[in-house]
């Protein structure tokens, strides 16, 4: 038997991809741009975060037409943080997701510009939108901005840099993390609030439970680097070892961190106890989180 | 006697140069990444983009205290795409404004992720202003969006990098030009009637003039890299011929380059005749854009 999310994951995830290539299909541009733009938004991926603002809407029981271009808007600012990070001069990533990266197949200028026009589309997307109240579409430009930008993804993704080659604390890593994926991961969860008008009391639970989904993304991506296989995974297993980086393995060990792991999902389950909405798909898609094998 | 544009330009330049500053100064991010982003937001520039929309909205009589800070998230959008242009794999320039680079000072990383930031900030400052109607903010990132994205200025850069060693007929030349310089300049104009709630007429011949503008420009831009002198322009002269760059000379002669430069700022200034507004600093400002030596 089909679980919930199976059944929620095999009818939305047409509809995301569908969605991503007719945003880019629907512009005018060289196509050189569109279609390295394409490219990297095709290339796969679980789609975790359009999948997180369409879950959320469907378990407060709201219908609405455009929040699958919300979703993926989403997924448009998380490919051109990739495209970005993977550059020679970033990561120096010579595959992701099993495909060589943009800048492998386009050349560096076209990967960065295709990244730009990615993160500004983004926006243009919610501005442009019909069946959303101008306050809303404002509401999630302002928090997307928030997570994507210097308060949130690339300030994170600096401290990521910063951090390189020195040991930190626990809590310097959270920092890092609520930062560089937590906060867009955060965002597409309360972007299904937002369209759907919930209440104060909902945000607020979202947002707790967000944070922690968050952490907890981390905290297995980190795992799944020292337990993995490249195969698997689709990019070099065992790279955060030899780059130095600062992982939850190296800081708490392999065991701590999945005892930390845990600990994540506990919270971000309880955050939800508070209030009255349909749960399954947003308790499964925790379970998915923290028990996926890429 | 100070001309009107003189009075307008040392009225509003230190105003405008003070909120770029407050804009990063205000956000919480690593240190690092608010440096990177200052030092070229304040490495100078004529500010040209800003005056436009505060001057549409003095000649359309109307104060509104937050529009600075719209005109403000403009030079941030330009600034971010000089950033990215100067990067070693597009332009690789080691000077602007007769300064050293982003990159050439914090690396080609933190550039990266600097002018990432600066587009990111845009959108969500509009988004947060307190003085607009929320319809009017999602008309002002809705076009700001086409103007800074695929169907604009990145659209444009990519038009030009393709472009490199063709020979390129007058009407791809505008059509590099009206997108990768016309649309931000464009946008800057039109931000000012958006503010002001201009009616469709004014908007239309704002429009209409902010297209010639956008061409003269360029125009202007073409003539002083054969013209100027380095010191003058703050980057190296003559670098479009050794890059065999397209320009208005190269294809037009400097005559030719010369004669469509009066032809466009003709145009930009018939454009204002059908409506009633104050026209004497858009005169001025078409006037000083035609005629600047850098």
Same mark, same amino acid.
């Given at each position: 038997?089909?679980?919930?999310?199976? /059944?929620f994951?095999?009818t939305n &995830?047409?509809h995301?991809?569908?969605?991503?290539?007719?945003?880019?299909?629907?512009?005018?541009?060289?196509?050189?741009?569109?279609?390295?733009?394409?490219?990297? &938004?095709?290339?796969?991926?679980?789609?975790?975060?359009p999948l997180y603002t369409l879950a959320v809407l469907q378990e407060l029981g709201v219908e609405n037409v455009e929040a699958i271009k919300v979703a993926?808007?989403?997924?448009?600012?998380?490919?051109?943080?990739?495209?970005?990070?993977?550059?020679?001069?970033?990561?120096?990533?010579? &595959? !992701?997701?099993?495909?060589?990266?943009?800048?492998?197949?386009?050349?560096?200028?076209?990967?960065?510009?295709?990244?730009?026009?990615?993160? /500004?589309?983004?926006?243009?997307?919610i501005? !442009?939108l019909k069946d959303l109240e101008?306050s809303q579409k404002?509401r999630l430009?302002?928090?997307?901005?928030?997570?994507?930008?210097?308060?949130?993804?690339?300030?994170?993704?600096?401290?990521?840099?910063?951090?390189?080659?020195?040991?930190?604390? +626990?809590?310097? +890593?959270?920092?890092?993390?609520?930062?560089?994926?937590?906060?867009?991961?955060?965002?597409s969860i309360l972007a299904g609030g937002i369209i759907a008008n919930a209440n104060e009391d909902i945000m607020?639970a979202l947002?707790?439970?967000?944070?922690?989904?968050?952490?907890?993304?981390?905290?297995?991506?980190?795992?799944?680097?020292?337990?993995? /296989?490249?195969?698997?995974?689709?990019? /070099?297993?065992?790279?955060?070892?030899?780059?130095?980086?600062?992982?939850?393995?190296?800081?708490?060990? +392999?065991?701590?961190?999945?005892?930390? &792991?845990?600990?994540?999902?506990?919270?971000?389950?309880?955050?939800l106890?508070?209030v009255t909405l349909n749960k399954g798909l947003l308790?499964?898609?925790?379970?998915?989180?923290?028990?996926?094998?890429?």
């Open positions: 038997m089909m679980s919930n999310l199976q /059944t994951i095999e &995830l047409p995301i991809e569908l969605q991503l290539e007719s945003i880019i299909n629907d512009i005018t541009a060289p196509h050189e741009l569109k279609e390295a733009m394409l490219y990297s &938004l095709k290339a796969g991926g679980k789609r975790i975060r993926s808007t989403i997924e448009m600012i998380h490919t051109y943080s990739l495209i970005h990070d993977d550059l020679p001069s970033m990561d120096n990533d010579d &595959l !992701r997701r099993g495909k060589p990266t943009n800048h492998k197949v386009f050349g560096e200028a076209l990967a960065i510009l295709a990244g730009d026009a990615l993160v /500004t589309l983004a926006f243009g997307i501005a !442009r101008p404002v430009i302002d928090e997307l901005s928030m997570a994507s930008g210097a308060e949130g993804m690339v300030g994170g993704q600096v401290l990521d840099m910063l951090g390189e080659g020195k040991r930190l604390s +626990l809590e310097e +890593l959270e920092e890092v993390h609520l930062n560089k994926t937590g906060a867009l991961l955060s965002y607020k947002h707790q439970y967000s944070i922690h989904i968050g952490l907890a993304f981390q905290i297995q991506d980190d795992i799944l680097d020292v337990e993995g /296989t490249s195969e698997q995974l689709g990019k /070099t297993a065992g790279k955060d070892i030899l780059s130095e980086k600062n992982t939850y393995p190296s800081i708490l060990t +392999l065991a701590g961190a999945k005892e930390q &792991l845990q600990k994540q999902y506990n919270l971000a389950i309880e955050a106890h508070p308790v499964e898609l925790a379970d998915y989180i923290t028990k996926r094998s890429k």
